[in-house]
């Protein structure tokens, strides 16, 4: 999601509120789960302030969970 909006981490931390730290543990390879519950929340709704849209993997019919950009 943050490529689709070309953020770096520093832009990504900067719009969600959290250290830049905090961003590379979450895409670490033990993902969101290294995170709290809010963290995860603030991340998310800097990405939708930002156009991207989460997809729902039950509504998509061609596959699972998803991003796009808002149009």
Same mark, same amino acid.
């Given at each position: 999601?943050?490529?689709?909006?070309?953020?770096?981490?520093?832009?990504?931390?900067?719009?969600?509120?959290?250290?830049?730290?905090?961003?590379?543990?979450?895409?670490?390879?033990?993902?969101?789960?290294?995170?709290?519950?809010?963290?995860?929340?603030?991340?998310? #709704?800097?990405?939708?302030?930002?156009?991207?849209?989460?997809?729902?993997?039950?509504?998509?019919?061609?596959?699972?969970?998803?991003?796009?950009? #808002?149009?």
């Amino acid at each position: 999601a943050r490529a689709l909006l070309d953020w770096t981490q520093p832009k990504l931390a900067e719009v969600a509120k959290l250290s830049v730290p905090t961003i590379r543990r979450m895409e670490s390879d033990r993902g969101p789960s290294a995170s709290t519950e809010a963290n995860v929340e603030a991340v998310r #709704r800097a990405l939708e302030e930002g156009g991207v849209v989460f997809l729902d993997p039950e509504n998509c019919k061609d596959g699972g969970a998803g991003v796009r950009l #808002r149009k």
